[in-house]
């Protein structure tokens, strides 16, 4: 026995009925009608995550722009700070000249005009005598 094949019963019809023309007439079965809901929920779920992506990386540039931001004003503390190094290193250099013309001045940087006392170690009394018991 032969069986019969059974021809796909529509199960959603649609009918567009236009004005001046003879109305047309969709017709999707059971199985085409899953695929469409289906392919729909697939593209909204698409959609869904393309957009979070979206968001994501607009808060990623955001978050960037604020790095960038903080790192000009840390390069331009760095600046400052270097200018005041460069400021205080020619300020020791200034002092160093000087010291050593007073050096000159007052002939302490004569070796054979050496006049500085030498103390011995027992020379050198505590400021604070030990107690013993």
């Known amino acids: 026995m032969k069986e019969k094949k059974q021809k796909s019963v529509p199960y959603l ?3 567009v009925i236009p004005e001046a023309q003879k109305p047309k007439r969709y ?3 059971k199985n ?3 695929a469409c809901v289906g392919g729909l929920v697939l593209f909204a779920c698409l959609l869904v995550s393309l957009i979070t992506h979206e968001i994501y990386l607009l808060n990623e540039v955001k978050e960037l722009s604020h790095i960038s931001l903080h790192n000009k ?5 760095f600046n400052e700070m270097k200018s005041d190094v460069a400021r205080v290193a ?3 250099d200034h002092i160093d000249t000087f ?3 007073l050096k000159l001045m007052t002939g302490l940087d004569d ?3 050496s006049n500085t006392p030498t103390l011995a ?3 050198i009394t505590p400021v604070f005598p030990y107690y013993e018991e």
């Not at 004003?73 to 503390?77: A, G, R, S, V, W």
Request: avoid cysteine; glycine fraction near 0%.
């Open 121 to 123: 170690e027992e020379d």
């Open 90 to 92: 020619s300020q020791l």
């Open 32 to 34: 085409q009608l899953r």
């Open 111 to 113: 070796p054979s005009r």
């Open 99 to 101: 010291v050593s013309k």
């Open 13 to 15: 019809t649609f009918m």
């Open 73 to 77: 004003i840390l390069k331009e503390k």
């Open 27 to 29: 017709s999707l079965s």
